[in-house]
């Protein structure tokens, strides 16, 4: 038995930032590989940034680098997404996940979903 619980989406203009955090209960964190994915509405879900469960090696999509940074606490339980320099193509829903194997997170099938946090930026 596992859960994640996302809080930190809001609605901000472009510039701005946002923390996102993911609290897991039911596992330890720190055994699995986690990650923070974006939806659009019609569209796909993607990877933003992955953290691997052993070496803590990271990895962003494209698009954020430079701009995003996905941490963890594990003392906490708990992974982040600092997110700075927002811009409106950084809209859509935010997930977090975490996977037994780094590559299960990479491939999108990950044992344990959050529920979702919105996030909105405009000019």
């Known amino acids: 038995q596992g859960q994640l619980v996302e809080s930190g989406g809001a609605s901000v203009q472009t510039g701005g930032t946002l923390r996102l955090s993911c609290a897991a209960s039911?596992?330890?964190?720190?055994?699995?590989?986690g990650g923070w994915f974006l939806q659009v509405p019609g569209k796909e879900r993607e990877a933003v940034a992955t953290l691997h469960s052993l070496t803590g090696t990271t990895h962003y999509a494209d698009s954020v680098k430079g701009r995003f940074t996905i941490s963890r606490d594990n003392d906490k339980n708990m992974l982040f997404l600092q997110m700075d320099g927002l811009r409106p193509e950084d809209t859509g829903m935010y997930y977090c996940?975490?996977?037994?194997?780094?590559?299960?997170?990479?491939?999108?099938?990950?044992?344990?979903w959050g529920q979702g946090t919105q996030v909105t930026v405009s000019s």
């Open positions: 039911g596992i330890t964190f720190s055994r699995y590989s």
């Open positions: 996940a975490a996977a037994s194997a780094w590559v299960e997170l990479v491939r999108k099938r990950p044992q344990y």
